[in-house]
């Protein structure tokens, strides 16, 4: 199945996705990639856990998912703000 030219891929063992919320490491992110032998992925959950919402008080909160980089490709970060009310 071909992919769309705006997929983005993230394959290799080493492959690794953290997530910090104000600074502070948060949740879980898991591959999502269904039917698959490869360690590949186009698709991951994130999971907060209840500590992890607990400890959000009202107001702006910085979200910031990493990605290390690998032979192929590299690291680059995604960074965002959210809002809790």
């Known amino acids: 199945m071909a992919q769309s030219p705006q997929a983005r891929i993230i394959c290799g063992n080493g492959a690794t996705l953290t997530v910090t919320i104000d600074g502070h490491a948060a949740g879980k992110v898991t591959p999502f990639n269904p039917g698959s032998t490869k360690s590949c992925f186009e698709t991951a959950h994130f999971d907060l856990s209840a500590k992890d919402t607990a400890s959000l008080s009202t107001g702006k909160h910085?979200?910031?998912?990493?990605?290390?980089?690998?032979?192929?490709?590299?690291?680059?970060?995604?960074?965002?703000?959210?809002?809790?009310?």
């Open 62 to 85: 910085a979200f910031k998912m990493s990605y290390a980089g690998d032979s192929t490709f590299q690291p680059s970060d995604l960074v965002a703000e959210f809002n809790v009310t």
